[in-house]
């Protein structure tokens, strides 16, 4: 003998429609905080896709409240033929979104990968120039034996807006050389100090937004998966073995 499950409470088509509304109201923010992100597409470049995926796992929250709010306005008016329909549609989306999910857990180690090695080789390619124009800049100091000399150097290797200012220009030569060389030295040592905070800088914060947004993204994985139905449910597992276990039982008691 089974007993058939029965509705909680009456049927409230009002408070139905309040949380559908409010569901629709939710998943269009997501959509709006997404698109906002991912228009115009940049699918190459990886500072998008990590502007993305930061994007779908900041936001996720309100279309799986969203998806939530749908349940309960079915839960509520189960004779609603409409909100059913409209559930049955979001479960074959809730099942597609647990595996993109899934999939963003290695897109997001990529992207990241990616990203931090492009910034490493720019600031390497960056460093590089510096010093080769420092070095040209001090034999050109080194060298120069007049003012108009040390400009049109200065301006081949900085443009021709570069130059000595009308004070340098009255200063004499051995004077302004030290004073050259001297400044010289200083942004040699600046640099060198960048350099040193760049190798000193390690990707800690890269690695822990990717530790935070695989975390994220295997638990929104798991909730889309629930809401789609793909993943079992324990005790309506536990449930069913029972009634096996009793009908066997009881088979093997007809027999005796």
């Not at 910034?119 to 120069?144: F, G, H, P, Y």
Request: net charge positive; hydrophobic share 50%; aromatic share 8%.
């Amino acid at each position: 003998m089974t007993s058939s499950p029965t509705h909680a409470i009456a049927p409230n088509p009002s408070l139905a429609h309040l949380l559908a509304v409010l569901s629709i109201v939710l998943l269009v923010v997501f959509l709006a905080a997404v698109l906002t992100t991912a228009l115009p597409p940049k699918l190459l470049d990886p500072q998008w896709q990590l502007a993305l995926i930061a994007a779908l796992v900041n936001n996720t929250s309100l279309a799986l409240v969203g998806a939530l709010l749908l349940r309960l306005a079915v839960w509520v008016d189960p004779g609603n033929h409409r909100l059913r329909a409209r559930w049955k549609t979001f479960r074959r989306w809730a099942l597609a979104a647990a595996l993109g999910f899934l999939l963003l857990i290695p897109l997001k180690g990529f992207a990241g990968w990616r990203f931090y090695r492009a910034v490493t080789v720019t600031q390497e390619q960056q460093t590089t120039q510096s010093s080769q124009k420092l070095a040209e800049l001090r034999q050109a100091i080194s060298s120069a034996t007049t003012h108009q000399e040390f400009q049109a150097s200065v301006r081949k290797l900085f443009g021709k807006n570069a130059g000595l200012s009308p004070a340098e220009l009255r200063t004499p030569m051995p004077e302004l050389r030290q004073q050259l060389l001297v400044r010289t030295e200083q942004a040699s040592n600046q640099l060198l100090q960048r350099i040193e905070a760049q190798a000193a800088r390690k990707p800690d914060q890269l690695v822990k937004e990717t530790i935070r947004i695989a975390i994220s993204a295997l638990a929104y994985a798991i909730g889309f998966g629930f809401l789609a139905g793909v993943l079992p449910r324990g005790k309506k597992g536990a449930g069913q073995r029972r009634t096996l276990v009793d009908e066997g039982y009881f088979e093997e008691l007809a027999k005796r």
